[in-house]
């Protein structure tokens, strides 16, 4: 979230490993530490230069040792459409599969890092009573 929420396409892309992927809140997928840079820098630099995230609660399962799923629901505030125009409260779900780096002797420099990132935005998917009807029905 401190890569994010500074705006920085090249931090950002520093908590990948050099092949992982990121697929964002517009289904793009990018490959790579260079690609999400690249595609990051416009957002980054447009629509979410003045946007805050914040992770509301994370829920993480270990795979094996070293790799583990997180789940981190976040909103977001600050978002404007490339125009200017604000746009209202965000809100999401990434899901994150990443594995520990090892830097170092053990407990000493060892480094997380995102393998693959799914990015969801669902603020406007439905309403939870919409989900209530879907669910009933």
Do not use: C
């Amino acid at each position: 979230m401190d890569a994010w929420n500074k705006h920085d396409a090249k931090l950002f892309s520093s908590i990948f490993v050099d092949d992982g992927e990121w697929t964002d809140v517009m289904g793009h997928i990018m490959v790579g530490k260079e690609e999400i840079e690249r595609m990051h820098t416009y957002p980054f630099t447009t629509a979410l230069k003045d946007a805050v995230i914040v992770v509301k609660s994370i829920r993480t399962k270990q795979i094996q040792p070293g790799v583990v799923s997180v789940d981190a629901v976040w909103e977001s505030t600050g978002s404007k459409i490339p125009e200017g125009k604000p746009l209202p409260t965000r809100l999401g779900l990434m899901t994150l599969i990443v594995k520990k780096e090892d830097n170092g002797p053990p407990n000493n420099n060892n480094t997380w890092k995102i393998v693959i990132g799914y990015n969801l935005d669902y603020t406007s998917t439905y309403t939870n009573s919409d989900r209530k009807k879907i669910v009933d029905d």
